[in-house]
């Protein structure tokens, strides 16, 4: 696998404090992990442990307290916030569990609404490619009013897709749809990491969602306290029975 062992995402001491006084919360208290390319890793942990504070951190949608985000070479921290967007938008691919497409677009322009806000022209080649791995070729006119959910996650996985993206930051992108869908989306991601080498980083509560991962972080209390390579299902739910134990959450 192409520069599987270089690493696309650092995180390195990252702190994220919310709040100011006594209403102090440390979502990350010192959370240190390497997220290499071409990979597909689970984020997991209790309710609050700071899954989607890291991600977002990572990702650059939010900004850590203290510590450092390296995507590849380059340190979020040194960038302003134009040309953070400017990075989430060149090197960067999100799909969230709500969908987040643009109701008044149609599904194709909804994909290419990253290359259109970045004025660079969609590889038509890439984005036939996507489609056809969707299945969504007869529906790209319709709004997103007109598809199910499970076809709405399809378009934004694409839509993180289609770009390229160094890396693709998905928060619980299953969570919203039926077994069926779920696999269909868990499958176009695997296949993205597999055939295109992509990095896709994923939150997610659910073990078989997990468990079709490289890899697996868990977190606890705003820390990554462990991992699991190549996880089973229930190898992972193991682990969440064990942590009720160890940390009682
Ligand atoms: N904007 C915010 N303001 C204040 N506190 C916040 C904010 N965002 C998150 N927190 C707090 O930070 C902690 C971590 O939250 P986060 O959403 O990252 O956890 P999580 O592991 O993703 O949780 P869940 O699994 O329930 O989605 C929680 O205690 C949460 O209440």
Partial sequence: MVGRDRAAVRAIGLERIFG????????????????????????????????????????????????????????????????????RRDRIGFVFQSFNLIPTLTARENITLPADI??????????????????????????????????????ACARALVTR???????????????????SILDFLRRSVDVHGQTVVMVTHDPLAASRCDRVVFLVDGRMVDELRDPTAEQILEWMRTSVETWGR
């Avoid at 791995?133 to 598809?147: K, N, T, V, Y």
């Fill in 20 to 87: 100011i006084g006594e209403a102090q919360v440390a979502a990350l208290d010192g959370c240190s992990l390497e997220l290499a390319q071409g990979e597909f890793t689970a984020i997991m942990g209790p309710s609050g442990s700071g899954k989607s504070t890291l991600l977002h951190c990572l990702a650059g949608l939010d900004r850590q307290s203290s510590g450092t985000v390296l995507l590849g070479e380059t340190d979020l921290a040194e960038l302003s916030d134009n040309q953070l967007s400017d990075l």
């Fill in 118 to 155: 970045g004025r660079r022209a969609v590889d038509e080649q890439r984005f036939a490619e996507i489609v056809a791995a969707i299945g969504m070729e007869d529906r790209l006119e319709h709004f997103p009013s007109q598809l199910s959910g499970g076809q709405q996650q399809r378009i």
């Fill in 165 to 183: 993206p160094e890396v693709i930051f998905a928060d619980e992108p299953t969570g919203n749809l039926d077994s069926r869908a779920s696999q």
